[in-house]
């Protein structure tokens, strides 16, 4: 009864059992020519759930599928892709990929051109993902009537069969504050993200400005502006006007790369395997030229025509002196703006020009300021070779960050060339090195002598070292959460137990290895069918352990790896429980003899996951996953059912309540 009055008047339950429903569809067609449609599937997603795209890479989360019905039978055909509205990419730790995802809300469009011409209805099936704290699988359906130019959403699959040409009219709604909130949200969200990209990259500008390119041309500029300006007044506007020179020819250039690429095409680029490798070999390039092997030099001819542009003097000539600057500089600055460029770029939107923004800005200040008050040069450190050692520095941090990309090839080819254990031996190798050359034991080409160290780059040297030692147990399976989301995840590993250790035939040492049965997370005897593990668990008298689970539950796999992987767990999971862990997102299909449609909720049950699915809202009320459940021999609940539940303490209570409840 209880559950009922929270459906009806929409009540959030305090316990476990419950349909959770996050996502609701509309849809709406639009006659664009003869015989030709526009399809749209808009989606309101409540806060903070997520739905995944279409493109989230394999090896992650479960993208985003449509089934258009009539397609293959000639009734219609598809114009290109589905199109997708705005998405967010963000990487998972657990799943070593880049998630792309909707959030507030997602709307796709499909043109389709009419082969039928008689055909009035066109129907189309929608199965995606939307976590938060857990994840569901759900299956909608929706009609779109070319008469009326309407849409009908169906949860109930005979339903969804038997519509035909009835002019349904689904009732509209009334979301223009939701829509007002959502937008507000989006901007607030964009406004927090615009500002990390812009401080990241001003501490980029700021890197830059201590290279050997840039740093010496300080006093150079300076000591030209105050010859040519004839009083202090006149020095301060050239210099300010230098400096937004500087901003306005970087803005620029971040402006250029997002109208030749687009807003948000780079950020679908993220995961494309060819973008990654050409991105990595270029800062291996780009590296190889900070440690010295040659000079990436834009053409003197550049140079030359910006210099005489520069001499005609006033606001023109300013200007031009500017671009000098970012053309003598380019030997340093080029890759610095070349990573930041494409790493603003991935985030899609005006992320480019607010990352030159930052980097420019950087810059021009500097300039400007020692231009209005030359006497502060006499403060600045003389050049030398700790600019050098700088510029060397900036070579080390690029190529370790050119394996990340690297990596992240490998991880959507699956071709497991870069798995963890080596991604690590190469950066303790990258990052020991550079510690050597801190310390002074390592001189590369345009090095200076070095007779002693400063103060301050033995810290950095000691900072350096710490981290190289730091990353050295993670080759034994240390979880070096510092760096969580470079490296690949624990389970992209050559021994995910670490190295040297291995499972050494676990399964071997059992006895009687049940039939039936695999080894699970952390090698937990599993059995991944209901009724042989519930016939397991009588014979060796243990309480049954129901596990809801997904091969793509980001959730699921934190429980497993951060709870079920605790001592005082794991001895409960392998000792004291029989586990049935039922993935309701395996897309196997049933034989067609045991395909059936849902008394529950009406949807067509096709494969092994639509089974299991079926199955926990049929006898345990709840869709989402992770979502865990003990049952006595006569299948009867032990104690209330639990999700997500990342505290150890309470998740132990939990598993001994039910363990005592058993035994009573």
């Not at 279409?54 to 089934?67: A, K, N, S």
């Not at 995606?128 to 109930?156: G, P, S």
């Not at 399964?507 to 039936?516: H, K, T």
């Amino acid at each position: 009864m209880s559950f009922l009055i929270q459906a009806q008047f929409g009540l959030q339950s305090t316990g476990q059992e419950e349909i959770i429903n996050p996502v609701k569809w509309s849809g709406s067609v639009t006659e664009t020519g003869e015989n030709q449609y526009k399809l749209v599937f808009d989606a309101e997603i409540e806060n903070d759930w997520h739905v995944y795209s279409q493109h989230t890479p394999d090896g992650g989360p479960l993208p985003l599928e449509i089934t258009y019905r009539g397609v293959e039978e000639g009734e219609y055909i598809l114009e290109g892709k589905t199109q997708e509205s705005k998405t967010k990419t963000g990487f998972s730790e657990i799943f070593g990929v880049d998630e792309i995802y909707f959030s507030e809300k997602a709307k796709l469009t499909q043109n389709i051109t009419l082969k039928n011409t008689s055909l009035n209805v066109v129907k189309a099936e929608l199965f995606y993902q939307v976590c938060k704290e857990v994840c569901i699988n759900q299956t909608f359906y929706i009609a779109f009537n070319l008469d009326t130019k309407k849409a009908k959403v169906f949860e109930n699959f005979d339903k969804f069969e038997a519509y035909g040409v009835k002019k349904d009219t689904p009732k509209k709604e009334n979301n223009t504050t939701t829509k007002k909130e959502v937008k507000e949200k989006e901007k607030k969200e964009e406004g927090r993200s615009f500002l990390g990209i812009f401080i990241a990259s001003f501490l980029f500008g700021f890197t830059a400005l201590l290279t050997p390119c840039v740093f010496p041309m300080i006093p150079m500029t300076v000591s030209f502006f105050t010859k040519q300006s004839k009083n202090k007044a006149k020095g301060i506007k050239n210099a300010i006007i230098y400096g937004v020179s500087i901003i306005v020819i970087y803005v620029l250039l971040g402006t250029i790369v997002t109208a030749i690429f687009g807003a948000d095409s780079l950020n679908a680029l993220s995961t494309n395997v060819w973008f990654n490798v050409i991105f990595f070999l270029l800062l291996v390039v780009f590296a190889a030229s900070f440690l010295g092997a040659f000079e990436i030099m834009l053409p003197n001819s550049w140079v030359n025509k910006v210099d005489k542009q520069a001499d005609k003097g006033g606001i023109i000539g300013i200007f031009f002196m500017a671009l000098a600057l970012a053309i003598v500089s380019f030997s340093c600055t080029g890759p610095i703006v070349g990573t930041l460029l494409v790493e603003a770029a991935s985030k899609g939107g005006i992320a480019p020009i607010i990352g030159m923004l930052g980097f420019s800005s950087a810059i021009a200040i500097p300039f400007a300021l020692f231009a209005m008050f030359p006497g502060w040069l006499n403060s600045l450190p003389r050049s030398g070779g700790w600019l050098n050692s700088v510029k060397v520095v900036l070579g080390f941090l690029e190529l370790a960050l050119a394996f990340k990309f690297l990596s992240n090839a490998d991880l959507v080819l699956q071709a497991h060339w870069l798995e963890r254990e080596v991604f690590l031996a190469i950066w303790i190798a990258v990052f020991g090195t550079l510690a050597m050359y801190l310390f002074g034991k390592i001189r590369l080409p345009h090095d200076s002598p070095v007779q002693s160290i400063s103060v301050g780059r033995l810290g950095f040297g000691l900072l350096v070292l710490t981290f190289t030692i730091y990353l050295i147990p993670g080759l034994w399976g240390a979880p070096l959460k510092l760096i969580s989301g470079f490296p690949p995840p624990m389970s992209y590993s050559e021994s995910p137990y670490g190295v040297g250790y291995t499972k050494g035939g676990v399964a071997g040492e059992i006895s009687d290895f049940p039939e039936g049965a695999s080894l699970g997370p952390h090698d937990i005897i599993a059995f991944k069918d209901y009724e042989t593990g519930v016939a397991y668990a009588k014979k060796v008298n243990k309480p049954i352990f129901l596990d809801f689970t997904g091969m793509a539950c980001v959730n699921c796999r934190k429980m497993e790896e951060r709870v079920w992987s605790d001592p005082k767990i794991l001895s409960i999971l392998k000792s004291d429980i029989v586990l049935i862990s039922l993935y309701v997102d395996v897309k196997e299909k049933l034989p067609k003899a045991e395909r059936y449609t849902s008394e529950t909720t009406g949807k067509r049950i096709r494969t092994i996951g639509n089974k299991w699915s079926d199955f926990q809202i049929k006898h345990y009320g709840a869709n989402a996953q992770p979502y865990y459940v003990l049952l006595d021999h006569d299948e009867e609940k032990l104690n209330e059912a639990i999700g997500y539940t990342p505290d150890i303490e309470e998740y132990k209570a939990w598993l001994k309540e039910g363990i005592a409840n058993f035994k009573k």
